[in-house]
């Protein structure tokens, strides 16, 4: 399935539990989780079928050894979950996540610049997380937290985005002051067009949440509640 172009409605209701469990990245960020987690985190994402497993960057040599063999990736988080890391910073992050195993990255702008519609200053933060991972075939996903954020402030991150070569916007931290609504993943898709994909995340638990962040124009789903979706 197409990781940009959005789906139209007859193609979101006509998805089967295994077409959809390959749009979620499996999710567990909380601080507090421990080895044993993350083991059954990679068990249930290879037991669904899921795009990934979202996780903190200390886990990453883990789950890839988990889940090497599957068709599962390892996605982690960078610069989470404020944004306010250098751009220096961000970069050693991803490079540091590539060499545990990483194929995906999940970075959080810088949300003042974003707030401030300073585009040079985030065209320098996100585009240190593409130019550490473009050779390493590693998709870069730009947090932008939604909720926090303008419509205005939004629209300049998701140009950003565009113009660095990054190759999803993403609606939140699932940290911050709300996750995903329809009307934010539906300015991110106006925005991006066809060039990037959307992640929607923060706050999907049922099956019908994401059939609505699906409809409104997200491609891939971040989530914790995966079993709970899928059931």
């Avoid at 990037?196 to 699906?214: C, F, H, N, P, W």
Wanted: proline fraction near 3%; charge should be negative.
């Amino acid at each position: 399935m197409s990781t940009t172009a959005p789906f139209n409605p007859d193609q979101v209701d006509a998805l089967d539990a295994t077409q959809l469990a390959a749009l979620i990245d499996h999710t567990l960020l909380a601080p507090t989780a421990t080895a044993q987690d993350i083991d059954t985190l990679c068990e249930q994402a290879r037991s669904f079928g899921t795009a990934s497993v979202c996780i903190q960057p200390i886990w990453v040599a883990r789950a890839a050894k988990q889940l090497a063999g599957s068709s599962v990736k390892v996605c982690t988080v960078i610069g989470f979950p404020t944004g306010t890391h250098t751009p220096e910073t961000k970069a050693f992050e991803t490079t540091q996540a590539i060499r545990h195993g990483a194929d995906e990255v999940d970075m959080v702008i810088d949300q003042a610049a974003a707030l401030a519609i300073d585009k040079a200053t985030l065209l320098k933060d996100i585009g240190a997380v593409v130019e550490a991972a473009k050779d390493h075939d590693v998709v870069v996903k730009v947090i932008l937290e939604t909720a926090a954020l303008t419509d205005q402030a939004k629209i300049i991150a998701c140009e950003a985005a565009v113009e660095t070569g990054a190759h999803f916007v993403k609606t939140s931290t699932g940290f911050g002051p709300g996750g995903a609504t329809t009307e934010d993943v539906a300015l991110l898709r106006s925005t991006v067009g066809d060039k990037l994909g959307v992640k929607a995340s923060g706050g999907i638990r049922t099956y019908q949440d994401a059939v609505e962040m699906l409809k409104a124009g997200a491609t891939r789903l971040g989530a914790s509640s995966t079993y709970a979706i899928l059931s």
